[in-house]
């Protein structure tokens, strides 16, 4: 089935670690976004990238990094630079502009 | 400053009820705006809106967009239990930090 998929459900982090989130998708789709979500604050982009090999930051990159080596693959590292990791974080991909953007089940980071 | 506001931010009513979320806009080169329903995890797709004035209608839920006083509405009539989840109201601006702006939510749960 066509669809994308992230990894894993659950993170826990220690304080001070490098964690990374996984994002596959077997869509086709040219864009990917990573997104974080926190109680009553919707969803904020972290990241976005439309085309391999290259990406920008969205509203609150600081202390997150990405990379788009495969059109199918869009990783998300929290490092230890993310003051407050703890969160639903929220990838998706589209085809391109002006379309409609598919999620996937999405991973919930805690620190400890 | 780019915003999306939807009201109200909780709502409870019983099945059969009928409902109107709203969601009002303010962000420069408008292209679309979209409506998700986020039950558990991932946010799912229902509707795209580029157009004022023209219904979008799928079962019992309907949206219409205003690009004049720049809102848009989603109604579910004849609510039920599995209606109870998180809609999310998003803005495509074709902004170079992303795409889509998303609103808080409006949590929707429907009492039998």
């Known amino acids: 089935d066509g669809g994308i998929t992230q990894s894993p459900k659950y993170l826990f982090r220690k304080e001070g670690q490098n964690v990374t989130l996984s994002c596959e998708q077997n869509?086709?789709?040219?864009?990917m976004y990573w997104y974080r979500q926190d109680p009553g604050q919707g969803l904020r982009l972290i990241y976005y990238?439309?085309?391999?090999?290259?990406?920008q930051k969205g509203d609150i990159a600081e202390g997150y990094s990405v990379s788009r080596e495969k059109k199918e693959s869009f990783p998300l590292t929290v490092t230890s630079a993310q003051k407050n990791p703890t969160a639903f974080y929220l990838c998706?991909?589209?085809?391109?502009?002006?379309?409609?953007?598919?999620f996937g089940q999405g991973t919930r980071l805690t620190v400890v | 400053e780019d915003k999306v506001v939807q009201s109200p931010l909780s709502l409870v009513v019983h099945e059969g009820d009928t409902v109107t979320l709203n969601c009002s806009y303010e962000?420069?080169?408008?292209?679309?705006l979209l409506w998700y329903k986020q039950e558990k995890k991932a946010p799912t797709f229902l509707f795209m809106l580029?157009?004022?004035?023209i219904e979008k209608k799928s079962g019992r839920l309907s949206s219409i967009l205003d690009k004049k006083e720049l809102f848009s509405i989603l109604n579910i009539t004849a609510t039920q239990t599995g209606d109870s989840a998180v809609y999310l109201c998003?803005?495509?601006?074709?902004?170079?930090?992303?795409?889509?702006?998303f609103g808080k939510g409006t949590k929707l749960s429907v009492k039998p």
């Open positions: 998706a991909s589209s085809i391109g502009p002006a379309t409609e953007a598919f």
């Open positions: 869509l086709n789709h040219d864009a």
């Open positions: 990238s439309q085309i391999v090999n290259d990406f």
């Open positions: 962000v420069t080169n408008f292209r679309s």
């Open positions: 580029t157009s004022s004035g």
């Open positions: 998003a803005v495509d601006y074709g902004g170079s930090q992303g795409n889509l702006i």
